[in-house]
Nanobody, 112 residues
Framework: QVQLVESGGGLVPPGGSLRLSCVAS????????MGWYRQAPGKQREFVAA???????TYVDSMKGRFTISRDSAKNALYLQMSNLKPEDTAVYYC??????WGQGTQVTVSS
């Protein structure tokens, strides 16, 4: 069974940057749906960004210009570059890659 492993989370001050990675233990396909979601304490999991095939990546409006999703099929990896982070970005971030499902999550904490 293919597993998805996220990394790259941590504690950063407001305005800082992080790059999240999601590496699959099996082959990923550029035509597949790949996305990032997040879940803050006491809140439901929410969509962050997604990429599929040759389509233009999609983002939640509040993250446009700050977050960039990308993939490297040769490395079976999905990335989320986050910049100008805000305290409200604090959450556990999850990747989702079809048809494999979800990763285990990586904690991002934005605090001074």
């Amino acid at each position: 069974q293919v597993q998805l492993v996220e990394s790259g989370g941590g504690l950063v001050p407001p305005g800082g940057s992080l790059r999240l990675s999601c590496v699959a233990s099996g082959k990923i396909f550029s035509f597949s749906f790949m996305g990032w979601y997040r879940q803050a304490p006491g809140k439901q999991r929410e969509f962050v960004a997604a990429i599929a095939g040759a389509n233009t990546p999609t983002y939640v409006d509040s993250m446009k210009g700050r977050f960039t999703i990308s993939r490297d099929s040769a490395k079976n990896a999905l990335y989320l570059q986050m910049s100008n982070l805000k305290p409200e970005d604090t959450a556990v971030y999850y990747c989702k890659i079809d048809p494999y499902g979800w990763g285990q999550g990586t904690q991002v904490t934005v605090s001074s």
